[in-house]
């Protein structure tokens, strides 16, 4: 065995470099575990909090399909006139302007559908179920809404208490698009926006790039030219999706003069990003 000075050292050095090796690995993995735990947080705090969304409140109203303002197409005086028949002590107009607050906007688009759905039902009243607005919404699921004042909260507390306030599935929440109205609106115009802007990225850029691939590693000679396309094709991998996306205003929609807000300009920079991938 060798016992020289100059070994001893060698040997010394590979057992720091060994242990710097074992804290260096130690602390990878603990930072990678408390970035999955934060992540974890993350998400289970999204769910939480975010779970009222997956639950709507709805309003039950006499409503009287009233020949005239179907005529005019005044479905939300429908609304207000089955409220006012709800609450027949509310006279002030100030009270009255706060009670149609309970219900939703959505209401009358709801009474629409219903008298195209069925024309025959216009003279004749129907109990319906409409969506209550989004601070009703709000107060029934435990949380405090600043606008609600206190004579709503009495409304509200009459509704609960005779059975005409209930909250169910929000199906609108996947069925319904965007929406100045929090208790109308829906994720089904985003969700199809990506599902296409992911499916035209797939035309483009998975053929292309495999057939590169293939074509660089297993056809392509080995000189300065094929070593500077993978030189870039490494930069291009480097850059910044913001540099992509100012590629895709200034080139896609300025001078091309694409379609705005559509999923083939969002899938071509998608593409283009994930191309030297």
Known sequence: MNNSPQFERIKA?????????KRFRFFGIAAISAGLLFLAVMFALVAVKGAGAFQRTLVQVEVFFDPELAKDGDYAGMVKASLRKAFPEVQERNDKRRLYKLVS???????????????????????????????VDIAVKGNVSPRLGKRQHIWIAS?????????????????????????????????????????????????????????????????????????????????????????????????????RSAPLVGGMVLALMTLPT
């Not at 209401?107 to 989004?134: H, N």
Request: glycine share 8%; with cysteine; net charge negative.
């Open 159 to 259: 509704l609960k208490g005779t059975g005409r306030l209930k909250t169910e599935f929000n199906t609108a929440f996947f069925t319904s698009g965007d929406s100045r109205e929090p208790e109308l609106a829906g994720i089904a115009t985003a969700l199809m926006g990506s599902l296409f802007s992911i499916l035209v990225c797939l035309a483009l850029a998975f053929p292309l790039g495999v057939m590169a691939a293939v074509y660089l590693e297993e056809f392509a000679a080995k000189n300065r030219w094929t070593e500077l396309i993978e030189v870039n094709i490494n930069n291009l991998a480097a850059v910044p999706s913001i540099v992509f996306g100012l590629l895709g205003l200034a080139v896609f929609l300025n001078f091309f003069h694409l379609p």
């Open 13 to 21: 050095g590979l057992g720091k470099r060994r242990r710097a090796e």
């Open 105 to 135: 906007i959505g209401a009358a688009f709801d009474l629409r559908r219903m008298i195209l759905d069925d024309p025959e039902i216009v003279g004749e009243t129907r109990t319906v179920w409409v969506p209550a607005s989004d601070d």
